[in-house]
């Protein structure tokens, strides 16, 4: 046999082995697990929709229990503090409590306008508790 088809060979047999060993791009998945009342994920896209007779562009806000996918969508016609409270209120008040923490993909909502919602979060927290009864949904499932 020729020496280029032999290295051909040994060539092939590498790019099968690499490929065989890949992980990237092969969908690997790890699963992730928390514990009821854990955490809650909050984001927001756009839509539009007919209201009026008119294509109206909307806010909507998503938010969703990490441990048992429970979610809550709203829609709102401005992104504002308001927007945020008002999701967050009626996520709270529907999930039952106020999940331990937050997780959110983009830094950016926490500075709508001239004033951050860090700013203007205790207010959010003390009446989502104050309505709800609960400090946090622990007990949820």
């Given amino acids: 046999m020729p020496i280029w088809w032999f290295a051909a060979f040994a060539r092939d047999s590498q790019a099968d082995r690499q490929r065989d060993q890949q992980t990237t791009g092969r969908g690997t ?32 806000t998503h938010i969703k229990l990490s441990h048992s996918r429970a979610f809550l969508v709203r ?3 401005l992104q504002t503090h308001e927007m945020l409270f008002d999701a967050h209120w009626h996520g709270f008040r529907v999930f039952g409590g106020i999940p331990e923490r937050g997780v959110y993909d983009s830094e950016t909502m926490f500075s709508i306008g001239s004033r951050t919602m860090v700013e203007r979060a205790p207010q959010l927290i003390a009446s989502v508790a104050g309505r709800t009864g609960r400090s946090t949904c622990g007990s949820l499932r």
């Fill in 75 to 77: 829609a709102h016609l």
């Fill in 29 to 60: 998945f790890v699963p992730l697990s928390f514990r009821p009342g854990e955490a809650f994920q909050f984001d927001w896209s756009e839509d539009f929709a007919i209201l009026g007779g008119e294509r109206t562009k909307l806010q909507v």
